[in-house]
Every structure is written in structure tokens, then in C-alpha cells.
């Protein structure tokens, strides 16, 4: 005769079944959000940080020719104090006017291979979404039919017959 299956709880199925509903619907939200970033992004680096670059170019850039046009004034009036203050400041000018125009070109790179650099990234996301989408709905579903099926075993399977209580009489030694 095949051995009985013992079921201690058929409950800990409907939690674990549950507890992965909670699951795939807080994944789906954080792959969504995760999508949501990743627009986010190519939005502020193709176009916020773009025009930010080259409007900070284009305002040191002034602040550079101001700062020349203030050494050459300064040349002219042969003041030695002031043509140290406005070499440094040109000095300073033109560090800013070169930063600006580094980040400028870090900015375009980044225009250029964000997508290069991110899709790779979103596919192994998809395989995620695909076992969300796919798979784990077949596990819930399998998981609620074991579930029943282990219910109606538990409920046509005969109660165990209980042993007699132990008489008095024969638990005492003579």
C-alpha cells in the first residue's frame, strides 16, 4: 500500500502564494519606476545639461572677454597693482571657460552613447519583466491547484483512529 502524504498545513501555501502576488506587484511598480528613471535621465543629460553646459559657456566666456578687455585697460594705464589682479582674474577665466567647455563635451558624449550604455542594462530588465509577466502568474496559478487539491485530500482522507486512553490498572506495576 503507497504511503500517505502528510499535511501539516495547507496554509503556508495560501501565505507563500500570497506573499508572492505582493511580490510581482511591488516588482512590476520598481521595474516601472526603474523605466521611468532611466527616461529621466536621458532627458536631463540630452537636454537640461546640454543647454546648462552651453549657457554657462556662453556666460564665461563673457566673463573672459570682459576680464581681457580689463588687462588690456590695464595694460595701457601701466598701474602694475592692477595688471596682477587682472592677469589673475583672466587666469580664472579662462580655467572656467575650459571646465565649461570639458563638462560640454563630457555632456555630448554622454548624448551620444547613453543609449549604447543603458540598453544592454533595460534588456536584462525585460528577461525580469518576462518572468513577472509570464512565469510567476503560472506559479501563482499552480500554486492555488495544489493548494485545492491538498484541501479535498485533507478533507476525504480518514481521521486517524485514536488509541485508547491507558487504563490506571495497567500503567501500575504489581
Not at 519606476?33 to 527616461?39: F, H, I, K, L, N
Amino acid at each position: 500500500m503507497a504511503e500517505q502524504a502528510k499535511v501539516t498545513s495547507v496554509d503556508a501555501l495560501e501565505s507563500f502564494r500570497s506573499s508572492l502576488i505582493v511580490f510581482v506587484h511591488t516588482a512590476h511598480q520598481h521595474l516601472d519606476g526603474v523605466g521611468d528613471d532611466v527616461r529621466r535621465m536621458r532627458n536631463w543629460v540630452q537636454n537640461d545639461q546640454r543647454m546648462h553646459w552651453q549657457g554657462e559657456l556662453r556666460r564665461r566666456s563673457r566673463v573672459l572677454d570682459l576680464a581681457e578687455q580689463e588687462l588690456f585697460s590695464a595694460k595701457l594705464s601701466g598701474l602694475r597693482d592692477n595688471l596682477v589682479a587682472q592677469q589673475n582674474a583672466v587666469r580664472k577665466a579662462k580655467a572656467a571657460v575650459e571646465e565649461a567647455e570639458e563638462k560640454l563635451r563630457a555632456v555630448k558624449h554622454w548624448t551620444r552613447n547613453f543609449d549604447h550604455e543603458a540598453d544592454p542594462l533595460l534588456k536584462r530588465l525585460e528577461g525580469l519583466r518576462l518572468l513577472l509577466d509570464h512565469d510567476l502568474p503560472k506559479a501563482i496559478s499552480y500554486l492555488l491547484q495544489a493548494q485545492k487539491t491538498l484541501e479535498g485530500y485533507t478533507e476525504s482522507a480518514p481521521l486517524p483512529a485514536k488509541a485508547p486512553p491507558a487504563s490506571p490498572e495497567m500503567n501500575s506495576e504489581p
